[in-house]
């Protein structure tokens, strides 16, 4: 089942134009990858999917249902919530800084299932748990947290819904290089334990290789290369996604001399 298609998506901000003609779709349980430079116009495609920003062209459909512009009611918006969350980049900005994680995440439970008190801290704990944290998480600040921690909390409150699609971007661009792999691990288990799908949208394409089936890469708003992840970065057709490649040397993985000059 395809859960989100996206047709000839264009933005546009006064003359410039942030996005233009670009198409994708997303599969049950695929995880799609967004890649490009900064200034790419990933975010933009991010905040569309999420109804934060309305295309200037194009047409959004999630699970089958097309996204039509203009206001909707507070119901259907909950509605929308729960077919498609996000995790941004900086967890520290996005997480209320006066907001313990564990009602970080009852906000999100108690939005969207109505639950007794018991059950909403059972359910509370049981989310801490299944992003590797525990219940002694759950009366922390934001501060009192590690970076790493803190996106754990960005995604236990994203999947606390059930969302068909789960949108990541630069979720992990903050964090250390191990740091970063442990959360990748974490979506990696939460992908395989149930029906989500994720557009994981990242300027890094060896982080990329680990967590996406499919990409597509984007340079100055437009699509310029799209394919599985893996032959993008054996065999890269556009100068532009050599560049990308060429600009994240990283330990264990690096392209060979030949992958590179070819
Ligand atoms: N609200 C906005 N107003 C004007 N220009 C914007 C706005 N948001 C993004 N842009 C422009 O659109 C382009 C794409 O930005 P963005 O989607 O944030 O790229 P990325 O996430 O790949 O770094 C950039 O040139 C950016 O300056
Ligand atoms: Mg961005």
């Given at each position: 089942m395809t859960v989100i298609t996206a047709e000839g998506l264009h933005k546009t901000y006064g003359e410039a134009v942030a996005v233009r003609d670009v198409s994708f779709t997303v599969e049950e349980g695929e995880?799609?990858?967004?890649?490009?430079?900064?200034g790419s116009g990933k975010t933009t495609i991010a905040r569309m999917l999420l109804g934060l920003e309305m295309p200037t062209g194009g047409s959004i459909t999630v699970c089958g249902r097309p996204r039509t512009p203009g206001r909707v009611s507070s119901k259907e918006r909950r509605r929308r919530a729960r077919e498609i969350q996000i995790v941004f980049q900086d967890p520290y900005s996005s997480l209320d800084k006066l907001q313990?994680?564990?009602?970080?995440?009852?906000?999100?439970?108690?939005?969207?299932?109505?639950?007794?008190?018991?059950?909403?801290?059972?359910?509370?704990?049981?989310?801490?748990?299944?992003?590797?944290?525990?219940?002694?998480?759950?009366?922390?600040l934001p501060r009192q947290l590690s970076g790493g921690q803190r996106q754990r909390v960005a995604i236990a409150r994203a999947i606390a819904v059930q969302p068909r699609v789960l949108v990541l971007d630069e979720a992990v661009a903050a964090l250390d290089v191990s740091i970063q792999a442990q959360i990748l691990n974490l979506l990696a288990d939460i992908r395989e334990r149930g029906e989500i799908s994720y557009v994981f949208i990242s300027h890094d394409l060896a982080v990329v290789n680990q967590i996406s089936d499919t990409a597509i890469v984007m340079h100055r708003g437009e699509v310029v290369e799209r394919g599985p992840t893996a032959d993008l970065l054996r065999a890269p057709a556009e100068p532009y996604t050599r560049a990308l490649l060429a600009a994240v040397p990283r330990p264990g993985w690096t392209p060979t001399r030949r992958e590179r000059s070819s």
């Open positions: 995880s799609l990858a967004v890649v490009g430079e900064s313990r994680a564990g009602d970080v995440i009852g906000t999100s439970l108690s939005l969207h299932f109505s639950l007794t008190p018991a059950d909403l801290r059972r359910r509370t704990v049981e989310l801490l748990e299944s992003v590797g944290l525990g219940e002694r998480h759950a009366d922390m």
